[in-house]
């Protein structure tokens, strides 16, 4: 007996949109297939959900450490190159965008009329020296014929003195021969008295009466002559001190002439005329100097100002230099981001125009007082209108690590991030 096999009936079609499984595939390959696509799903989800905890929770822990903000600038101590006096610009060596070197020649300026100021101040200069020269000259000479005419007349004081000595001497032999002559002239009036009355008395003869009568008045004529000298001596004494006291007055008078030269020479030797010369001179050399404008620092012209043939005026700007180096940058942070931060702080740096760069940096200095204390028109909060608004305060931050081939330009937009913890 035969065993008829069943038929088979054809398969059913699959509703749209359901693939039926590869005809070469079985019911049991399928089965097996289940398990392992849920497995690779399970992987995958727990590899992303730990991706997702390490970055999210490296970026929580970034964000609890660092005080950020999105308002801030590269910045520069931008040179504002001026003009000190008032002329016409002659050339412009440089132009805008090019760098420059520290001491680079910028501008020249026209410097006819400060040159002939410069010879104009030369020639008063020189005239002002040479007439301080003349004047000392005349003033020294003075000053040497007072000194000769003291000399000079110190010179007689010793001699007048020798005169008082000797008019001295002569007074004192003087007044010693009067003793003697008057003893003289004392024995002759007596031995005349003496004759007298022996002659009287007839025991002497006449004749001797007239010897002693010449005896005393020999006597007498020598004393005479004796006082007559002392007279002569004490004349000559009083000449002779007065020829000291005239030799000392022009001792005095010379001295004095002395001074009066000496004070002569210190007004011609005055510097007073000389020093204003020279400073004239010293201004017009420098205004000269001024015509040649150099570069205060290494970097970059930023903007001109001025141009060839115009006339500006001191103090006018001529040009902007952009500094090369002195580079920082310039945050507002909130004032409730200031509580921990600290000078010296390190900072994470990334600007618009380098994606994926984070320069490094240092929190070098904290604003004193937030911008709206330096608008024009202040904030005026005891007007009863007060609205409290969070204020930004300017934080100045150093650039540590910055790259010749990603130049950082003052005005550019950065994000800064200071680590506070």
């Known amino acids: 007996m035969q065993t008829r096999e069943p038929e088979l009936s054809p398969p059913a079609t699959p509703p749209d949109g359901v693939e039926l499984p590869d005809s070469g595939e079985t019911n049991g390959d399928a089965a097996r297939k289940g398990p392992r696509k849920r497995v690779i799903g399970i992987v995958v989800g ?39 006096i008032n002329e016409r610009i002659d050339k412009i060596l440089v ?19 400060e040159r002939a100021k410069l010879s104009q101040a030369q020639a008063q200069l020189d005239l002002a020296l040479a007439n301080q020269r003349t004047n000392t000259q005349q003033g020294q000479g003075g000053v040497l014929t007072a000194q000769a005419a003291i000399a000079n007349a ?127 001179y010293d201004l017009a050399r420098q205004n000269l100097n001024y015509t040649h404008v150099y570069s205060p620092i290494d970097g970059y012209v930023g903007e001109k100002s001025a141009e060839v043939g115009q006339t500006v005026a001191a103090g006018m700007t001529l040009m902007t230099l952009i500094p090369q180096n002195d580079i920082f940058v310039t945050a507002n942070f909130k004032e409730t981001q200031l509580g921990d931060m600290r000078i010296g702080q390190p900072v994470d740096i990334k600007v618009d125009a380098y994606p994926g ?36 305060i300017p934080v100045r931050i150093s650039i540590d690590n910055q790259d010749p081939d990603r130049p950082l330009r003052p005005g550019m937009s950065v994000e800064a991030y200071v680590k506070v913890r």
């Open 357 to 392: 760069v984070t320069f490094t940096g240092k929190l070098v200095s904290i604003n004193p007082a937030s911008q709206n204390t330096y608008a024009l028109v202040p904030a005026q909060n005891a007007t009863g209108n007060f609205v409290k608004v969070t204020q930004r």
């Open 95 to 113: 132009d805008t965008n090019q760098s420059v070197k520290k001491g680079q020649l910028l501008v020249v300026m026209d410097d006819a009329d």
């Open 154 to 280: 110190q010179t007689g004081i010793p001699s007048a003195q020798a005169g008082v000595a000797q008019a001295q001497a002569q007074l004192v032999a003087a007044q010693a021969g009067v003793p003697a002559a008057q003893q003289s002239y004392n024995r002759a009036a007596a031995d005349l008295a003496r004759v007298q009355s022996l002659v009287n008395t007839g025991d002497l003869p006449a004749q001797q009466l007239d010897a002693a009568r010449a005896d005393e008045a020999n006597a007498a004529a020598q004393l005479q002559s004796a006082s007559a000298q002392i007279d002569v001596a004490q004349a000559n004494l009083a000449a002779a001190q007065s020829k000291v006291g005239a030799a000392g007055a022009n001792v005095q008078s010379a001295q004095g002439g002395l001074q009066s030269a000496q004070g002569k020479l210190a007004q011609n030797a005055d510097p007073s005329q000389v020093e204003s010369a020279r400073a004239q």
């Open 46 to 84: 727990g590899i992303a959900l730990v991706l997702l905890l390490i970055f999210g929770i490296r970026y929580l822990a970034y964000a609890h450490a660092h005080e950020g903000t999105d308002d801030a600038r590269v910045d520069a101590d931008v040179v504002a190159v001026t003009s000190k």
